[in-house]
């Protein structure tokens, strides 16, 4: 269950267990050493409906909110690393 009280300088990260793209996003984090909290949208129902809501109906993961408000979804590696850049 995600933790509604983090506050919003951490990514957030809205996944699955069995999607690719939010394993491999999980993976770019994790070699990258950028902290990031996982809210798996299955155990948690708000979470599931925050990401209809800002994906136009669909459940689309992995969508990844970031401390300035900008949301990347179903980025590739090189969208990650051009976020991160700026």
């Known amino acids: 269950m995600s933790d509604t009280t ?10 699955t267990t069995w999607c690719g793209d939010c394993r491999m996003a999980k993976r770019w984090f994790d070699s990258h050493s950028i902290a990031y909290e996982d809210i798996n ?5 708000q979470a599931a409906e925050f990401v209809v809501k800002v994906n ?4 689309t993961v992995p969508t990844i909110i970031f401390p300035d ?7 590739s590696a ?9």
């Open 6 to 15: 983090t506050s919003n300088t951490t990514i957030k990260m809205y996944s």
């Open 41 to 45: 949208i299955e155990e948690d129902e």
């Open 78 to 86: 090189r969208e990650l690393a051009a976020k991160f850049a700026q």
């Open 69 to 75: 408000g900008s949301i990347l979804v179903e980025p």
């Open 56 to 59: 136009g109906g669909k459940r």
